[in-house]
């Protein structure tokens, strides 16, 4: 058997014509042909005058090799001088984008192989007709010899189309060759949320041709397979190498951890980045975002919530320019859908497993394996880079090729398998891990026939490396089963231990499964996340359930995360907010399962308490929508009234829902019930808690746009607040005296009154400040600079609403920074700025529908009757829309700034000015 020779350093090229296509369409098939073949003399002429050579052309692409980085240059910039010299025909432009890498390759009977040579295949397809671009390790190897008149210019960090870390490229600048051109082709020249990838992706060619032209023709495209055939990561790449045909973005939407197919569109507007819009559902935002715009969604592990293909089917009916790229491990089975069945990477054939007759029936040649051929096996360099970075010296020789052969043939090329096996050459050799794999393959594929073959060859895979772990680490792996996202250390050591039980350290054992390739490890604001494939948590989950353990498992963990909630609860009003706001979601898919498994339990000390725990981050973080579906559900469940306190809990959380998504009508009976409630209990702070949230439902109309004559004709709301104040003087509770100030100057605002509640606002911001409430300390400014604008003294109003704001955006509280914005722009209407005012508007409504902020509504109700009338009267109204629309194109943070008039960079510490 020949030995490959060992991989060399050189430099690649690769070349193309820029809109070959279009250029065959305008010319015809026989003057093409003749441009093509000067193109190819003129090509070949640079080369050879440099020492290169053709390792492929295709069409008119060209892929050539150099020994010296500096010749390879030189080769390219000779090529763009005679190519931009050549008397082509009239009208005829001849654009060529080369693209140069240097790094190793090896020799396979595919030809040239390795990551470098990808790497300059993408770095081409970033470039521009014309345009000659370079990685960091030509431009370290060739700066210092450059001739005169040749440069280069740095072009910034870019990530390509293989996902990886954003790399530095450079454009090479030489005389006589064109200088400025549109930024690069790189992914991230467009909206999306495509993940980087930490490791390289491998072969493919065939699927990945294969599947962009089916997306080209078809708007729905459902990669299926069962778990471990690299469904997402052959998505992300098709996507990446759609990404230029999508302008307005290409969103990546992880539906692991979804159960409900009701939350599928909330979880695609969310990887968009939108936010649901309280009483208006996830399927209108998203359909409001998407009009209009070309984008791609690649929908990931679909297959656990097949109910909701309908679902994507209409909204690729009702948005024409969108597409979606599933993977499932079913076809969602709906009208317009083009499935593709992805099959496991090419393999070599399996020599050992050959009878004497078949070994016989072989061609000569095919009775050994060769090295080189061995290499062109996708599943083979698949497993080589596996192994590779694990144990950086691992090299397939003669003697170790069948055994590689073997694992990856009898794994039927399915990537996740590979990996695992991969992930073990630190402790066994090829033929150890084949002799494991064969055994464990033989008793799992007897066992489990009614499988299909290749699934049963994954549970195989999984169950071989799940066994060869002591019996600590398998416990370990299957209770961290339980979570949903991951888990944090703290969690994990929580949740799966203790020590006592499990025999090892969790620290020490997480750090082992991640070694294992069964556990991930990333980094979440600093500090590790542990996460699991979920075709490994699935299988981790059985091994619990077998052990009897998931009750008790499940149990742990809604108390961790029960706790976890209850503690930042009261955080999420001090100044430490944004940080627990981020905490809380990044939990979220956590302690979505603990009240899932808790409502479907009945567990009311679970679901409620962890709903009345969290209701404020969802309001905050625009979840509106998901809120009030989850508390409705639980207020109708008969359990839910078993136990009062907890009953009133939960009214608390619905009505505050309710107010925010400004149903007046669904937040009256929820808050009466819960005055009941306490009332009847005697405990006097909840029950002032409770009249203060009453008194609200008497301070605002049903209906903003129809209001009564006199909102509270009996009083009703003022005799709730007062009982309240008298309640929390009497318990010396001053942050909720400054709670029932400010619902009475709202009660005051709202019946237009002489002084709008200005009075009443300054006192409880009084309190408010004495107390360290930030929360309420930002409200009260938000609602004294609404009130003195109401009156009339916008020069005093002014630095109040903008205070406000500034405490909004350093607490990240998005529905806070709404109302601002939209306050702000009432503000400047009164300063007589239309132009200003219009841009805060149209950012306003646009962050209305992103944060669910639907009581926003009520004061640009008045505000919209009382001053833009006068506005329209002044200004053109092609002006208005044209400046409303430029602000609701803005980011959050650009928005912010334009409000407070500071620049986006200046914006931390502006904010940060009034901060004690």
């Known amino acids: 058997m020949a030995v490959r020779a060992p991989a060399a350093t050189r430099t690649f090229l690769f070349s193309d014509i820029e809109g070959s296509t279009r250029l065959l369409d305008s010319l015809g098939s026989n003057a093409y042909t003749a441009v093509l073949e000067r193109q ?23 892929f050539v090799t150099f020994d010296s980085a500096i010749e390879a240059v030189e080769a390219a910039v000779e090529a763009q001088r005679a190519l931009a010299a050549e008397p082509w025909p009239t009208g005829v432009e001849v654009n060529v984008r080369m693209g140069l890498h240097a790094g190793e390759a090896s020799n396979s009977a595919a030809g040239l192989v390795g990551l470098d040579v990808n790497r300059a295949a993408r770095i081409a397809a970033a470039a521009h007709g014309g345009q000659i671009v370079v990685s960091d390790a030509v431009n370290t190897l060739v700066t210092p010899l450059l001739r005169e008149g040749v440069s280069l210019r740095g072009l910034g960090r870019h990530r390509l189309k293989d996902l990886r870390e954003p790399q530095p490229l450079c454009q090479v600048v030489a005389d006589g060759l064109r200088l400025e051109f549109p930024p690069l082709r790189s992914i991230d020249a467009r909206p999306n949320n495509l993940p980087t990838q930490l490791t390289s992706f491998v072969g493919r060619d065939k699927e990945l041709a294969e599947a962009g032209e089916l997306l080209e023709r078809n708007r729905l495209v459902t990669l299926t397979g069962p778990g471990g055939t690299g469904k997402t990561r052959l998505s992300l790449q098709v996507a990446a190498n759609a990404a230029e045909r999508y302008p307005d973005g290409v969103f990546f939407v992880p539906l692991e951890t979804v159960r409900e197919p009701a939350l599928v569109e909330s979880r695609i507007a969310s990887a968009i980045g939108l936010a649901e819009s309280g009483a208006r559902s996830a399927d209108v935002v998203l359909r409001e975002w998407l009009a209009g715009k070309r984008v791609l969604l690649c929908l990931d592990n679909f297959e656990q919530v097949l109910g909701a293909g309908p679902v994507i089917a209409d909204l690729l009916r009702d948005v024409e320019g969108l597409s979606a790229l599933v993977t499932s491990r079913a076809a969602l089975r709906v009208s317009g859908e083009q499935e593709y069945p992805v099959p496991g990477l090419p393999v070599p054939p399996d020599l050992a497993s050959l009878s004497a007759m078949e070994l016989a ?68 050799s090829p033929d150890a891990l084949r002799a494991r794999l064969e055994d464990q393959l033989t008793l799992l594929s007897a066992g489990a026939r009614d499988l299909p073959e290749r699934q049963q060859t994954l549970r195989g895979a999984i169950a071989w ?22 888990a944090d250390l703290a969690a994990a050591e929580a949740v799966c231990g203790p020590y006592a039980e499990l025999g090892l350290d969790v620290v020490e054992g997480l750090v082992d499964l991640v070694d294992q390739s069964l556990v991930r490890s990333v980094e979440t604001g600093g500090d590790p996340r542990f996460q699991m494939l979920e075709t490994i948590r699935a299988f981790a989950a059985e091994k619990l359930a077998e052990r009897g353990e998931t009750p008790s498992q499940w149990a742990r963990h809604a108390a961790w995360f029960l706790a ?55 309001q905050k973080r625009g979840h509106l929508y998901e809120a009030r579906r989850r508390l409705d559900i639980i207020a109708a469940a008969s359990w839910s009234r078993a136990d009062p306190v907890l009953r009133a809990r939960l009214l608390e959380a619905l009505g505050g829902v309710c107010w925010w998504q400004a149903d007046i009508r669904a937040m009256r009976p929820a808050y009466e019930e819960a005055v009941e409630i306490w009332r009847g209990l005697g405990d006097k702070r909840e029950l002032a808690n409770a009249l203060y949230n009453y008194a609200f439902v008497f ?7 129809n209001p009564p004559e006199v909102l509270d004709p009996e009083g009703r709301g003022l005799a709730a607040s007062n009982e309240a104040l008298v309640l929390y ?14 619902g009475i100057g709202n009660a005051k605002y709202f019946s237009e009154t002489d002084d709008a509640g200005v009075g009443e606002f300054r006192a409880a911001l009084e309190k408010f400040r004495r107390v360290g409430d930030r929360t309420m300390e930002a409200w009260s400014l938000h609602m004294v600079g609404s009130a003195l ?38 503000q400047a209407l009164a300063d007589e700025e239309p132009e200003r005012a219009a841009r805060l508007w149209g950012a306003g409504r646009a962050l209305t529908k992103a944060t669910g902020a639907t009581l926003a509504a009520f004061t640009d109700t008045f505000y919209e009757a009382e001053l833009r009338p006068n506005v329209r009267r002044t200004v053109d109204p092609a002006d208005l829309e044209r400046w409303s629309a430029e602000g609701a194109a803005l980011r959050l943070d650009e928005a912010v700034a334009y409000a407070l008039g500071v620049t986006v960079e200046e914006l931390p510490e502006a904010a940060a000015s009034h901060r004690d």
């Not at 190819?40 to 060209?62: C, K, L, P, V, Y």
């Not at 318990?731 to 400054?738: A, P």
């Open 40 to 62: 190819a003399e003129i090509m070949r002429a640079a080369i050879a005058a440099h020492g290169g050579r053709e390792e492929g052309t295709e069409g008119d692409s060209f």
């Open 361 to 428: 029936n072989l061609p000569a040649e095919a009775r050994v394996l060769d090295l080189e051929a061995l290499s062109a096996y996708e599943s083979v360099r698949l497993f080589i880079a596996r192994a590779t970075a694990v144990k950086p010296d691992f090299r397939v020789t003669n003697e170790n090729a069948p055994a590689i052969a073997a694992i990856t043939a009898r794994l039927h090329g399915m990537p996740l398998p590979i990996e695992l096996a991969a992930a073990r050459v630190k402790l066994f």
């Open 465 to 486: 490396s799940y066994d060869l772990l002591d019996e600590g680490h398998r416990l370990l792996l299957d209770r961290l089963s339980v979570f949903e996202g991951g």
């Open 564 to 618: 976890l909630a209850e503690r930042i609860a009261p955080e999420l009003a001090g100044d430490d907010q944004r940080a627990r706001l981020d905490q809380l979601e990044v939990e979220h898919d956590n302690i979505r399962a603990a009240l899932d498994r808790a409502t479907a339990a009945g567990d009311a000390r679970v679901a409620i308490g962890l709903a009345h725990a969290v209701w404020r981050f969802w």
């Open 699 to 705: 301070s605002v109309p049903d209906d903003p746009e």
């Open 729 to 742: 003087r009497e318990i010396g509770d001053e942050r909720g005296e400054g709670n029932v100030l400010w």
């Open 789 to 826: 604008l109401r009156v009339g003294k916008r020069d005093e109003s002014r630095p109040y609403l903008k205070e406000a704001l500034e405490h909004f955006y350093l607490a990240g509280d998005a529905a806070g920074m709404t109302l601002l914005i939209d306050d702000l722009s009432a």
